[in-house]
């Protein structure tokens, strides 16, 4: 069975980079799209951006300016970094693996737990 | 971006009853609609794909509806595990948005 497992800092200072790591058992990250999901306090959620099989990024336009997305396929792991962080991102941050079966047929099948991000000086 | 706005906010409702849950977009989005549910200890898991497509494993109590703008989640009778917070998802267009979502709790 595919698992997913968030890692990183809890706390970050505003201005600094947030990175994150997902890592994957079960499924290789070479199949299908992987994303970054976050759900703000007060449960509002918001997509991020995912990477795909091939290593191709799409990302949210709203984070477009600060948002990278990468992968180390040798790890199996795929990675977020959110730069230039404001307290606007606090957030628990989620990676999961997207389904992408046709432009008519994909959802976010597989979640990890999420981890919790407050930025705060 | 395509605004999905989700009704209600949060639902007391009992055991054995029939709830609905409402979501609208902000245009139309051709069935393109996903819904998830998150239990209270944050695991999160797909309910519904395409609008009324029960995932594998999903409980035949849970079904889904809609078309156009309008879209719904109804549970035919409420069991204790189904107490959670439920969110729609669309995909027609990028970026992917997600309702506000709504919090079942026991009457």
């Known amino acids: 069975e595919v698992q997913l497992q968030e890692s990183g800092p809890g706390l970050v200072k505003p201005s600094q980079s947030l990175s994150l790591t997902c890592s994957v058992t079960?499924?290789?990250?070479?199949?299908?799209?992987w994303g970054w999901i976050r759900k703000f306090p007060g449960n509002k959620m918001e997509w991020m951006g995912y990477i795909n099989y091939s290593g191709s990024t799409s990302y949210n336009p709203s984070l477009k300016s600060r948002i990278s997305i990468t992968r180390d396929t040798s790890k199996n792991q795929f990675f977020l970094q959110l730069n230039s962080v404001t307290t606007e991102d606090t957030a628990t941050y989620y990676c999961?693996?997207?389904?992408?079966?046709?432009?008519?047929?994909?959802?976010?099948?597989?979640w990890g737990q999420g981890t919790l991000v407050t930025v705060s000086s | 971006d395509i605004q999905m706005t989700q009704t209600p906010s949060s639902m007391p409702a009992s055991l054995g009853e029939r709830v609905t849950i409402s979501c609208r977009a902000s245009q139309g989005i051709s069935n393109y609609l996903n819904w998830y549910q998150q239990k209270p200890d944050g695991t999160i898991k797909p309910l519904i794909y395409?609008?009324?497509n029960l995932q594998s494993g999903v409980p035949s109590r849970f079904s889904g509806s809609g078309s156009g703008t309008d879209y719904s989640l109804t549970i035919s009778s409420l069991e204790p595990e189904d107490f959670a917070m439920y969110y729609c998802?669309?995909?027609?267009?990028?970026?992917?948005?997600f309702g506000s979502g709504t919090k079942l709790e026991i009457k």
């Open positions: 999961a693996r997207y389904y992408y079966y046709s432009s008519s047929l994909n959802w976010f099948a597989y």
């Open positions: 079960g499924y290789s990250i070479t199949s299908n799209y």
């Open positions: 998802q669309q995909y027609d267009s990028s970026p992917l948005t």
């Open positions: 395409y609008t009324s």
